[in-house]
């Protein structure tokens, strides 16, 4: 399903000829507005540039054939059997987007407490996977490392007595970083926020030969309510219980940012991310500024479904939100983003060629 985006609001160029003025024009040498005066010149000057080798379009599949059902909560985003996942792909190796992500809605009789479905080396996202690069060898094919999609109770990792445990954690979430090597993944990144789960994984992967399999961290990722349609796309909203407030990070803290990106680093990340992304523009630009690492950020669900949402609705113009939503990111120091509006962004980046 395409979005609707409304009409385009007709902008035009400052008219050249000035009307009487009303009052005499004030002694100004040096005046800003002379580089904005017409778009040849506004382009001439622009700093940051948004092109599609900047995005990671995140994909959600559900079992079935020939399936496309709409996610209510993200308006234009449909959950995809394996077959039209691949379709998707397609798109995207059309599009020249570098990149897809993986996440899966999985049936609930296969989920239980432990998040078994992860090790399951025919599990969706693994049938994906292998669809994909079949297909579409040169696409990046990014996997999330977690355990909400599998586990009945939602969370990222096992629960004892209502505890996360950690250590115990990281040791399923290593063999699910595996499962999705050997099916074939490029980008391996834990959404987790386990601590010490990059090292155990980078160690994992050398050693069993995926020497060249990449790590994104989600190294500084929030407890965050932006996430809602996510849950929805991937059937764990119903059945969380309580929150992720004990390992994804605190919405007021900045410092502690760069304490887990720092850690991801050491440990190994290859490229490191923030996440929520419009509420926490201010992390991305502190973390690319001390680290100089490829800098990811992810525009989730809930911002896609504010834009596309009042789009949908006629209060905004969709396309315009969107594009400025992008270059916002561009401007912050982000190096990519992962975002639903991938496609719609390449083929907006398409016609300005
Ligand atoms: C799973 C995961 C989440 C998202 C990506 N991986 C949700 C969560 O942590 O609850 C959110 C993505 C989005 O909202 O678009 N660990």
Not at 274 to 295: C, H, Q, S
């Amino acid at each position: 399903m395409a979005i609707k985006f409304g009409r385009p609001i007709e902008l035009r160029d400052a008219p050249k000829r000035q009307t009487a003025l009303a009052s005499p024009p004030l002694d100004l040498t040096i005046r800003p507005r002379r580089n904005r005066k017409a778009e040849w010149a506004r382009r001439l000057v622009r700093e940051n540039v948004l092109t599609t080798d900047d995005l990671i379009w995140p994909l959600f599949v559900v079992d079935g054939h020939n399936v496309r059902t709409p996610v209510a909560s993200m308006p234009g985003v449909d959950r995809l059997s394996v077959d039209q996942a691949v379709r998707d792909a397609e798109r995207a190796a059309k599009l020249n987007i570098p990149c897809i992500a993986l996440f899966p809605y999985t049936e609930a009789s296969l989920r239980d407490e432990q998040g078994s479905e992860a090790l399951n080396p025919d599990n969706l996202v693994c049938q994906s996977v292998r669809a994909i690069k079949k297909e579409f060898p040169d696409i990046g094919v990014l996997c999330d490392v977690a355990l909400d999609p599998f586990t009945s109770h939602g969370h990222d990792g096992l629960i004892e007595d209502g505890r996360i445990l950690n250590d115990e954690t990281v040791a399923v979430l290593v063999k699910q970083a595996l499962v999705q090597a050997e099916a074939g993944c490029d980008i391996i990144a834990p959404s987790d926020m386990m601590d010490g789960r990059v090292g155990a994984i980078r160690e994992a992967l050398d050693a069993e030969s995926f020497g060249d399999v990449q790590i994104m961290a989600y190294a500084a990722k929030y407890a965050s309510a932006f996430y809602g349609p996510f849950r929805d796309a991937i059937g764990s909203a119903k059945t969380l219980t309580g929150d992720k407030r004990t390992y994804q990070m605190d919405s007021a803290n900045s410092d502690e940012a760069l304490r887990e990106v720092e850690l991801d680093i050491a440990e190994g990340a290859d490229m490191v991310m923030v996440k929520p992304g419009m509420p926490y523009l201010d992390i991305v630009r502190r973390v690319k500024d001390t680290f100089a690492m490829p800098t990811f950020v992810y525009q989730v669900s809930g911002e896609y479904a504010m834009i596309a949402g009042a789009a949908r609705n006629g209060w905004i113009d969709g396309e315009r939100a969107m594009m400025e939503s992008l270059v916002g990111f561009k401007r912050a120091g982000a190096d990519g983003i992962l975002t639903y509006f991938a496609p719609q962004a390449a083929e907006k980046l398409r016609e300005r060629e």
